[in-house]
């Protein structure tokens, strides 16, 4: 699949307003609405709700498959809930249409082939997204307060009559995918058992700052305002923000997806990422053919057997 794309000229004061926006969007976190549950997809599901590390409420559904002891806890990118995004509707698609990203992203989907693989799944919205509590002021952290969402669905796994007893592997997409490396570089004890992890699209905030800079003709030098003003909203830099420092403690066998030619992101920040895992198995697959990163996290509902043959390998039972 080819895109293209068309850029409308651009107002003077766009540049700043553009970057005004990304600040404001730092400092209190967009949400995006839940508009289908599973049982969009004919499945049955319970509605949960866990504390994360630090206590803010995530909510969550858990979709059962009787007979399975194998479960696959899944997370989501920045802007989606574990629903997806409806970027086929305003204003959701004014956020990302510019780059082609202007369809639905349904995880539901997802869920379905992992149920019907033979899989229990657990997923969740992380804070100041989806329906999960509020937490820090509203702001999002790349990934850096989100860790604490991550290590809370193990803990509330390991403490559950029936799950604690289940073989588990992680799928995390983007933001999420973050907050897993950034979680396993902090505690590293919690993902003790985790069997293996599909990350979807992980990067560094930079780069993609970088790209909605260069797909709206601003400067890209004006990445340093960008920066400055993140640091003021959040307490955090750009660089602060970046997985690739944390990704060094990933040593869970590892699956990384990423469109090569996504506009909004280089393909250069993916592969330094996979680099710094010392996994010793581990797998980097690039999608081709498109400039969309909704491809991305399409990619798994189009194309399953191959993320299936790299879990189905890992969550055989231990001999």
């Not at 969550?60 to 899944?74: E, K, M, T, V, Y």
């Not at 799950?163 to 995918?177: D, I, K, N, Y």
């Not at 973050?178 to 902090?186: C, G, K, P, Q, S």
Request: aromatic content about 10%.
């Amino acid at each position: 699949m080819s895109t293209s794309h068309q850029t409308p000229p651009v107002a003077a004061d766009h540049g700043q307003a553009l970057i005004d926006g990304v600040i404001a969007g730092y400092r209190q976190q967009p949400r995006s609405p839940v508009l289908k549950t599973p049982a969009s997809q004919g499945l049955a599901y319970e509605d949960v709700t866990f504390p994360s590390e630090d206590g803010v409420p995530l909510e969550a559904w858990f979709i059962p498959n009787a007979g399975s002891d194998r479960l696959i806890i899944c997370n989501h990118p920045r802007y989606f809930s574990r629903y997806g995004f409806p970027s086929h509707l305003q204003p959701w698609k004014a956020l990302f249409g510019r780059a082609g990203n202007d369809f639905e992203v349904d995880f539901n989907l997802d869920y379905r082939i992992l149920h019907d693989a033979g899989y229990n799944v657990l997923t969740y919205d992380l804070r100041n997204l989806g329906r999960s509590g509020a937490a820090n002021g509203g702001m999002t952290t790349g990934g850096l307060f989100e860790s604490r969402d991550v290590i809370g669905s193990l803990d509330w796994v390991r403490s559950q009559p029936g799950l604690a007893e289940m073989t588990p592997a992680l799928f995390s997409r983007c933001l999420g995918c973050n907050a897993t490396l950034f979680a396993m570089a902090r505690r590293p004890e919690a993902f003790t058992g985790v069997r293996c992890m599909v990350g979807v699209q992980p990067l560094s905030v930079r780069r993609i700052m970088e790209g909605i800079l260069a797909l709206n003709d601003v400067p890209v030098e004006r990445i340093a305002d960008i920066d400055e003003g993140i640091l003021h909203a959040t307490g955090f830099g750009l660089d602060a923000m970046s997985p690739i420092g944390a990704a060094a403690s990933v040593t869970l066998p590892s699956f990384i997806t990423q469109v090569r030619d996504d506009v909004l992101t280089r393909p250069d920040d993916v592969q330094a990422i996979f680099d710094a895992m010392p996994a010793a198995e581990k797998s980097l697959f690039w999608i081709e053919g498109t400039t969309r990163r909704w491809d991305g996290y399409t990619y798994f509902a189009r194309e399953p057997d191959r993320i299936l043959g790299w879990l189905d390998r890992f969550m055989q039972p231990a001999p």
